[in-house]
């Protein structure tokens, strides 16, 4: 499956953004959707994570509340509603995706294919 995400850019703190992952080439209900998040000099680190219907979320604790994971199996693609936004959010933030039989997945190298990532920065 090939993932394409959308939707960076500059916000102001306190602001919000959605970001949107489509996708391509297999079933996309075929599988568990997840975001990730890597600043400058940081290691990858997990978002959020959601099932192959949308029915299950998994986030992040730093998410506090903040960010949002749906999905439209119709469309093909995932988002990433984040609201509240501070600096400390700025990052590069990518999509990825795996197999749904292997269950709940929140570390990076769990996934299987990846999405190019997109560029949201966070000013004070």
């Known amino acids: 499956v090939q993932l394409q995400a959308s939707g960076g850019g500059l916000v102001q703190a306190g602001g919000s953004l959605r970001l949107s992952c489509a996708a391509s080439?297999?079933?996309?209900?075929?599988?568990?959707m997840g975001w990730f998040r890597q600043a400058p000099g940081e290691d990858r680190e997990f978002v959020g994570t959601?099932?192959?219907?949308?029915?299950?979320?998994s986030y992040a604790s730093f998410v506090k509340g903040r960010f949002t994971i749906s999905r439209d199996n119709a469309k093909n693609t995932v988002y990433l509603q984040m609201n509240s936004l501070k600096p400390a959010d700025t990052a590069i933030y990518y999509c990825?995706?795996?197999?749904?039989?292997?269950?709940?997945?929140?570390?990076?190298?769990?996934?299987?294919?990846w999405g190019q990532g997109t560029l949201v920065t966070v000013s004070s």
């Open positions: 959601i099932n192959w219907s949308g029915e299950r979320t």
């Open positions: 080439g297999r079933t996309f209900s075929y599988y568990r």
């Open positions: 990825a995706a795996v197999e749904s039989r292997r269950g709940v997945v929140v570390t990076h190298d769990g996934y299987q294919y």
